[in-house]
């Protein structure tokens, strides 16, 4: 083992720089997330997920007519294969929601046939996945469940057109610009674990649909994309603040982690984690309970308190879901649904100045030896 690589590593690569981008940074300022230079606060506020979808994977913000080529293509291309329905009928009801969604991504992906993509193709198969996922999500959600898919607005957004999939309603203009708002500040975020992942997969010329199956399964996990669900699984725990409060320190004290606090890249704090916990508090005055509002703004502050540690996106964002009627295992789903913008626009990018991602380990088994014969091992 060379001194240089002992001295060089991170565990967990904290802080590698693995590569360069041009799609998103944190300012490292006032630790705001950037797309492409846009303040990803200011997006969620004044345009929709199909502008950051066109951003993202396009480079640019969309003028009028390419934005409405885009929203046509995601209405257009929703519609799912015929094997991929019949496989969908056949993953039980007690499937994690997560499984479901990268087994459709991969078997889109054994579908499929084209072969030696452009980046032009490669950005269309982008928005063909991206139009499909929600439907195939939501058809085994509702085929598990004996129900109809219910039918979606045409007028609404593909944020609106995801919830009312899910509640069978037809979102009001509220609930569709909070949906709308955290599809956007889910849609990317530098090299995160799965977005690492995808563009690792990337880098060795697989393909697209192999890509955003490393993702999912990346994004699954608790510490990343699964902490939304343990965050609302935790709010439900507690039947005011101050069991909350009590919980919380019992927690901390036997040094558990709470789920949708603390952050890898922020220090200070995450500033999607306020867009959402506003959204959240204006759905439970809409709602006229403020009993799960008030609980986690308890938690938020002993948090803050005993352990210094900031609120992240996951932590709102899951109450938001929880007012807006969603279950909670579609929590992380959603999380997909945004962030396959995101990734697609790192596929994309790590093909077009590919170079295979495949750093070194610092060895730590057995010297070198000889392989013995089976009697005498
Ligand atoms: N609750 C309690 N303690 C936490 C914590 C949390 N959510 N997040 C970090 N800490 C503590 C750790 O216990 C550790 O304390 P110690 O030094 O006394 O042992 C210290 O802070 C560093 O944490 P660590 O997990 O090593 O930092 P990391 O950079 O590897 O982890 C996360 C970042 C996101 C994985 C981590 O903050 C976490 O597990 N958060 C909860 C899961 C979550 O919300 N994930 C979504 C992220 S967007």
Known sequence: MSTTMTEQLKKGLEDVVAG?????????????????????????????????????????????????????????????????????????????????????????????ESKQLSIEDIKQLSYSIMAKLPFALMSWYHFSKNQDLPKVSKQLSYAGRFLQLVTGVEPDSFDEKVINASFILYAEHELNASTFCARVTASTLSDIYSAITSGIGTLKGPLHGGANEA???????????????????????????????????????????????????????????????????????????????????????????????????LDTPIFVLSRTSGWSAHIIEQLSDNKLIRPRAIYQGPPPREVPSIERR
Do not use: W
């Open 20 to 112: 360069t981008t041009s799609i998103c940074t944190i300012n490292p300022d006032n630790e705001n997330l950037l797309y492409r230079g846009y303040s990803a606060v200011e997006l969620s506020e004044k345009t929709n997920f199909e502008e950051v979808i066109h951003l993202l994977v396009e480079g640019r913000l969309p003028k009028k007519r390419e934005l409405k080529r885009l929203t046509k293509l995601l209405i257009q291309e929703r519609k799912l294969p015929k094997p991929l329905i019949k496989l969908l009928k056949n993953i039980p009801q007690t499937a994690n929601p997560m499984d479901v969604l990268r087994t459709a991504v991969s078997y889109m992906g054994a579908l499929d």
């Open 231 to 329: 965050a609302m699984n935790l709010i439900l725990k507690f039947k005011d603040p101050q069991e909350a409060e009590a919980g919380i320190i019992d927690m901390l004290n036997r040094k558990e982690k709470i789920m949708g606090f603390g952050h890898r890249v922020y220090k200070r704090k995450d500033s999607r984690s306020d867009v959402m916990k506003k959204y959240s508090h204006e759905l439970a005055v809409k709602k006229g309970n403020l009993k799960l509002f008030e609980i986690a703004e308890r938690i938020e502050k002993t948090v803050k308190e005993r352990k210094g540690l900031f609120s992240n996106a996951d932590f709102y964002s899951a109450l938001a879901y929880y007012l807006l009627g969603i279950p909670i295992p």
